[in-house]
């Protein structure tokens, strides 16, 4: 679906995660799911009008494999830059077995090489518009949420979901009381699109984060 001008959620099938892609010529990719659904996730495409050769990056939320894995397909496709968190992205070169969750996707992945070490505050320029990168670890130690100040818009990834819940700190890497603070952190943001890395995207995206933040806050 479209969610805004020149931003358009593919929603992920079965274990996938959300992709959206973003751009009004050039186009970036956050997220890609598991791979298992790309026909789907290029059919999708065609549907809206988008044509997957002018990707030219990919920028990961995090690693794990309901993320990352549809990268050995695409980049047999296509030839993007990968984009990750500079905190992860040696698990990403060495397909760490551990921190991609692949047993528990009973998946296997391929190294990938990592062109951009994204950093906390970094700036990513995709006309029309302006992202800002946030580093927000809990879910795992170098997840990221993007946030577009002008429009009032944050893809986060698996730290917090529509409607107010919030990602899994159980995984390797991953720390509640990390996660509390990055929600904090995002809290602060004027925030009206919410689009994460599961299931619905929100429209109440502060209110939902608000109410997250207010959860944690009083049981942590
Ligand atoms: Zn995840």
Redesign the pocket.
């Known amino acids: 679906m479209k969610v805004l001008d020149y931003v358009y959620l593919i929603e992920g099938r079965l274990y996938d995660?959300n992709c959206y892609i973003i751009g009004e010529d050039e186009l970036i990719m956050v997220d890609c799911g598991t791979g298992f659904n790309m026909e789907y996730i290029y059919n999708k495409m065609k549907e809206f009008g988008l044509n997957p050769s002018k990707i030219t990056q990919i920028i990961l939320s995090?690693v794990?494999f309901?993320?990352c894995g549809g990268l050995n397909i695409f980049l047999t496709d296509y030839n993007p830059e990968i984009s990750v968190f500079e905190k992860e992205a040696p698990f990403l070169e060495s397909a760490d077995m551990r921190m991609l969750?692949l047993d528990m996707f009973a998946a296997s992945f391929k190294p990938v090489k990592v062109d951009n070490l994204l950093k906390d505050g970094q700036v990513i320029n995709i006309k029309p518009y302006t992202f800002k990168i946030i580093h927000t670890p809990g879910?795992?130690i170098g997840?990221i949420c993007l946030y577009e100040e002008r429009f009032k818009l944050l893809i986060s990834?698996?730290t917090v979901f529509a409607g107010g819940s919030f990602?899994?700190v159980d995984?390797p890497s991953g720390s509640l009381s990390q996660l509390t603070e990055s929600i904090k952190r995002l809290s602060k943001l004027n925030v009206k699109y919410l689009l994460p890395?599961h299931m619905n995207i929100s429209y109440e995206g502060g209110k939902d984060i608000s109410l997250i933040c207010n959860m944690l806050s009083e049981n942590y």
Request: hydrophobic share 15%.
């Open positions: 995660s995090h794990h309901d993320h969750l879910h795992t997840s990834g698996d990602g899994r995984l890395g």
